[in-house]
């Protein structure tokens, strides 16, 4: 009984451990796996540098022979003189209806989702619900548009010329895309915050609004901001649903005296579907180069909304 292991059971299981490494070698698995992640991360990485590149190189002789004409030059049949401001402004319209309509009810949902909801089946069938609705494709929100908001913006009279095809349809159309992402991230967001803030709340004999209202959301803030301004950079980018409910391919001229409600209710374009139509021209500079610099100016504005959903979350962030 005078065995190793009966003596020092640790150091002898040790030591069994350290021959059972020494003697099945190297784990290389791990290794690999690794390995073939950081090639599909080269590769993508470098897929991705070589289409910014083209992109740049194609874009460069417009933005050098044009400067800041081509931003703030309207659209045109010439491609010597055509810009993408109207376009600008179509999209910018379109992100301000989505903030006005989808943020504070996508927040409002998920805080009532997660503060005030009880954890019944009907719950959990809203939030699968919302959950699917998230990965239901872009165009299947066009046709909902075409098929409900055109004819409901028509009626509340922003018809117009266009029969209810305008900016305020598209932007509607718009928030119901991204809603439930909003309310996905910003649950998340929520659903992070320590069950401790919550008690120590209570403890001290705050009622569950102040809660919510003090403690919660200020924890939460960096999640849900930077989950909105995300998903707001995702409507700057579609095309497709707007291509669905009537927005504007071709080249048309705003009038010079349009009041606010006609540029609300009258023809529309965006930038992404001024990249589309560009492409689809006859003319070779539309395709070869202005589609490009239209590309660049995307890039651009998307660039400077995540740059803002980063600082937003970087300002608000609290540190326990």
């Known amino acids: 009984m005078s065995t190793s292991s009966t003596l020092n059971p640790r150091r002898a299981t040790s030591e069994e451990v350290a021959k059972t490494i020494k003697r099945g070698g190297a784990n290389w698995k791990p290794i690999a796996f690794q390995a073939l992640l950081l090639i599909l991360l080269s590769v993508s990485l470098l897929i991705l540098i070589v289409l910014l590149a083209d992109i740049l190189v194609s874009a460069w002789p417009t933005f050098r022979d044009r400067g800041l004409s081509f931003i703030t030059d309207g659209l045109s049949l010439n491609p010597e003189t055509a810009g993408v401001w109207t376009a600008i402004v179509g999209s910018v319209i379109i992100a301000v209806v989505v903030a006005v309509l989808a943020f504070p009810v996508g927040i409002g949902a998920a805080i009532y989702l997660e503060e005030y909801a009880p954890n019944n089946s009907i719950t959990r069938f809203v939030d699968t619900t919302v959950r699917n609705l998230a990965g239901v494709p872009s165009i299947v929100y066009g046709l909902l548009g075409l098929a409900l908001f055109v004819p409901l913006v028509n ?74 301004v995300l998903t707001l950079a995702r409507a700057f980018g579609e095309t497709a649903p707007l291509l669905v409910i009537g927005v504007a391919t071709g080249f048309f001229a705003p009038a010079g005296d349009a009041s606010f409600y006609d540029t609300l209710t009258g023809p529309y374009t965006a930038l992404p579907v001024v990249v589309f139509s560009w492409t689809r021209q006859t003319q070779a500079e539309f395709a070869e180069t202005l589609a490009p610099a ?10 400077i909304l995540n740059g803002l959903a980063i600082w937003m979350r970087n300002r608000s962030d609290r540190k326990w």
Request: glycine share 12%; aromatic share 4%; proline share 5%.
């Open 294 to 303: 239209a590309i660049v100016v995307l890039l651009v504005v998307l660039f």
């Open 155 to 228: 009626i509340i009279g922003f018809g117009g010329a266009t029969s209810g095809k305008n900016v305020v349809a598209a932007g509607i159309t718009m928030a119901a895309l991204v809603l439930p992402i909003v309310i996905i991230t910003s649950a998340e967001a929520i659903r992070a915050v320590p069950n401790a803030i919550r008690e120590a709340g209570y403890g001290v004999g705050a009622t569950k609004w102040e809660v919510v209202k003090n403690h919660v959301m200020p924890v939460a803030l960096p999640g849900v901001l930077t989950g909105t």
